[in-house]
């Protein structure tokens, strides 16, 4: 695996897991809607940010 292709997948794991973690941790604590907001953001913006790596790289 290259560099690029490691990060990237750093990016979706960190990403898909931030997503779910605050799933999970809504479920049993009850969180503000400002962290649940900040914390699904975060995790979106982290793979919509490697996959506009992936796409800027193969041009």
Do not use: H, N
């Amino acid at each position: 695996m290259t560099t690029k292709r490691k990060t990237q997948l750093k990016l979706v794991v960190f990403g898909i897991l931030g997503i779910a973690l605050t799933q999970i941790l809504s479920k049993y604590i009850s969180l503000p809607d400002f962290f649940k907001g900040i914390f699904t953001g975060v995790g979106i913006g982290l793979v919509l940010l490697a996959l506009m790596v992936r796409k800027f790289k193969k041009a």
